[in-house]
């Protein structure tokens, strides 16, 4: 007997129909003689308008409550996906983030996972209950609710998989059937991977591509979690395995790059001629550290008569808290002004192959200064390189380069 736990996103819970068709599968792999733990997402759309209603209350909404409201919608998937399975002639349990302590940290919307008391839930699995968890939620060592950030659910399905020990750790898209070499939507000939490095669908994933959570990922690294990433339509086709490097069947001579990811949200602030002293930048980036605000790609202009400019990317939901910090950093340091643009993208090649390649920035910058597409950042790491571009030219960028590394289908 095996554990398997499922985990199904918004899509795949929009509508009753789609909550039966989930409550059928689990079932069905339940009479494969498997304990199901299926971890759930607010039904699509939902957490969206929980969100406007928040915000048309208080903006920015108070974060507490914010919490509060936004794990809500959890709750009613995971009682209408264990009520479906009950209605179809199977015995089912549905538990909240609390119900088997989920315990965080408290920084609320970015909560990050400590510990999970799985007591409960071994419990309904030895009663042959069919387990629904509601993703997305934690609680606080103070009791208070708090959500994991979006796409939360992802990491409540790896965490419990590696908690409990299980076999396998099954992510379902409604509207994915694995990972791809970019979007389909931009490039209609991207490419199914088979298989994945975690190192490689991190950097995917933290520079933009949605099918999984950054810190999903992370999680599943750390903890040597195999993650299966299906079709919630079609789940007995294969999908994409996101695997120890070790493990992922290709050839590092031939793949140099496995795909280009790109992020709309991002945005740009540049805060002129601060003074070139020690510990400047460190204040100014501690002040956004302090408001849990990641910045990601930081470049510093060469001195000029004892000035610099310092320009970083943020969240484009971070931007005008983002601001407001800077320009009051701006005057405790003494700086000119902050200029800012939220028109911009980020463009990153990932891939393990780059470690033992040389050549692919030059061919990546050639390919762009071919579509007459400007560079504004660069940034690179041993397997990534990434570029922030103006968004108008995302899409030129994503095909461009989706060419230029021959990423897409064959013939064969």
């Known amino acids: 007997m095996a554990l398997v736990v499922q ?19 689990i079932i069905a792999t339940k009479k494969k003689k498997n304990d199901v733990i299926a971890v759930v997402s607010a039904m699509a759309g939902e957490t969206d308008r929980l969100v406007g209603l928040a915000k048309e209350v208080m903006d ?24 479906t399975i009950k209605s ?52 606080d060592e103070d009791g208070n609710l708090t959500t994991l950030g979006r796409g939360g659910s992802d990491l409540t399905a790896v965490a419990l998989a590696a908690v409990m020990g299980a076999d396998a750790c099954e992510l379902y898209k409604d509207d994915v059937d694995g990972v791809y070499t970019t979007d389909p939507g931009v490039c209609p000939d991207a490419r199914k991977l088979s298989q994945i490095s975690y190192d490689e669908m991190l950097e ?30 079609r789940p007995e086709d294969e999908g994409t395995w996101v695997l120890d490097e070790e493990k992922v069947m290709k050839s590092m001579e031939e793949v140099v790059v496995s795909g280009v990811s790109y992020d709309r949200d991002q945005a740009k602030i540049t805060v002129t ?10 204040k100014l980036f501690s002040s956004l550290a302090d408001e849990n605000v990641v910045v990601d790609m930081i470049v510093q202009n060469v001195s000029t008569e004892g000035f610099t400019d310092l320009t970083f990317t943020v969240p484009k939901s971070d931007f005008k808290k983002s601001i407001e910090l800077s320009e009051k950093m701006a005057r405790e340091l003494g700086a000119k002004q902050v200029l800012s643009d939220n028109l911009i993208s980020k463009i990153s090649l990932v891939g393990v192959g780059m470690k033992t390649h ?3 920035a030059s061919r990546m910058f050639r390919a762009l200064a071919n579509e007459e597409i400007n560079i504004m950042m660069i940034s690179t790491s041993e397997i990534k390189i990434s570029c922030v571009l103006e968004e108008k030219d995302t899409e030129t960028a994503v095909r461009t380069l989706h060419d230029a590394f021959n990423l897409g289908k064959t013939d064969e």
């Not at 996103?9 to 599968?25: L, Y």
């Not at 089912?92 to 007591?119: E, P």
């Not at 001629?273 to 460190?282: F, L």
């Open 88 to 139: 179809l002639g199977e015995d089912a349990i549905s538990f909240q983030g609390h119900q088997i302590r989920i315990t965080t940290d408290n920084i609320y919307s970015k909560a990050k996972i400590k510990s999970i008391d799985d007591r409960n839930v071994r419990v309904a699995l030895g009663e042959k209950k069919a387990v629904v968890i509601a993703g997305f939620q934690g609680v």
């Open 273 to 282: 001629q601060v003074p070139d002293q020690p510990g400047i930048a460190a």
């Open 204 to 233: 995917m994933a933290s520079l933009g591509s949605k099918v999984l959570q950054a810190r999903a990922v992370e999680f599943a690294k750390k903890f040597k979690v195999p993650i299966h990433v299906k079709s919630t339509p």
């Open 60 to 83: 920015p909404p108070d974060e507490r409550e914010f919490d509060v409201i936004t794990s809500s919608g959890e709750q009613v998937s995971s009682g209408l996906v264990a009520m």
């Open 7 to 25: 985990k199904y996103g918004g899509t795949s819970v929009a509508s009753i129909e789609k909550i039966r068709r989930v409550a059928e599968h």
């Open 358 to 360: 040389s050549g692919v």
